[in-house]
């Protein structure tokens, strides 16, 4: 059974930067390069939405809100997807977690990680 762990976020003023790292236990490299991996936010009091991700193509989609500030990027060597945000705005402000989709379609979550973007 796969284990996500988000690492990464905390308090940031407008205008910086923050990586967020999802690290996944439980599974080889090879079983972890299978999986489509995705990163979603929940900002208070919204529901959970889709920032970015790889899809089975092996494409990469970002949400226009995010285009040009976000990158994902994943490294099978370490079973870990990051998540670099720049220009972070207050409205970027939210809960993230990352996803895990086996190829059968099983998903998997983290327990998020707190981001707060504010002066």
């Known amino acids: 059974q796969v284990q996500l762990v988000e690492s990464g976020g905390g308090l940031v003023q407008p205008g910086r930067s923050l990586r967020l790292s999802c690290a996944a236990s439980g599974v080889s490299g090879s079983v972890f390069s299978s999986y489509t991996m995705a990163w979603y936010r929940q900002p208070p009091g919204s529901q959970r939405y889709l920032v970015a991700g790889?899809?089975?193509?092996?494409?990469?989609h970002y949400a226009d809100a995010v285009k040009e500030r976000f990158i994902i990027s994943r490294d099978n060597a370490r079973n870990t997807v990051y998540l670099q945000m720049n220009n972070l705005q207050p409205e970027d402000t939210a809960v993230y977690y990352c996803?895990?989709?086996?190829?059968?379609?099983?998903?998997?979550w983290g327990q998020g990680t707190q981001v707060t973007v504010a002066s």
């Open positions: 790889f899809t089975a193509a092996g494409t990469i």
């Open positions: 996803k895990a989709r086996e190829p059968l379609g099983r998903d998997h």
